[in-house]
């Protein structure tokens, strides 16, 4: 391997690596770039694979690629990258299990908090709570309303994450029952600041539509439609 590929450096596996993690190449096309280099092991992580090539070709390469991706920065998945795992799903280039292992990589302590390890929030709740949740039941239809948030311009994270949460129906019946308790009980918070804790990091002074909500109390019936305007808010 060494005489074939005397060219490449330890920058380039990196740069593949990063490419990977952050989303901006599948495994199938790292795959295919990396035919003549790493031995056929679709079953296997890539940057594992990567890594693992670098240490056989070079052990400098090895410490190199550990220096560059021990520090989060640059190794999480991006909204771009995301867009692009999304629009390879749909185009049947990746499989879900491909979506969700990328999208899952990094691993949480038990004591971790996950708010924070990405620049982007939605992006973040998508990978660490979102996608391992519903990957199983989620349609095309859903990941293309998915993606259509995704593409879109951001406004507010919180909406993000809630319009999210909506593209799931047991999670719009959900919150439509925690909605309508607080409507019924506005004096009393506690059960709808653990659901909103719980599922978005967030309580009822910090949820985005909380006035909007106040101002149909009298008026319940229109519950349904202030969801549906918070499912597609986002988009």
Known sequence: MKDKLPYITSTYFISLIKAYLQGHKTKPEILAETADLLPPAAHHEVSQLLTAAAHQMNDAFYADIVDSIQHTSGTVPTRKGLIHHLEALLN?????QELLDWATWYTLEEDQLSAGIMDDFAVEYFCFDFLPAHHAELTDAQFRQVLQLFRAIPENTLKEKIALALIIDKERQHFLYFLRSFLEQ?????????YLMAKFGMDHRSFPYIQELLAIQSQPEKLEALLEKARLSAV
């Open 92 to 96: 049947k280039q990746i499989s879900v």
């Open 186 to 194: 506005p004096q009393h918070t506690d059960a709808l600041n653990t």
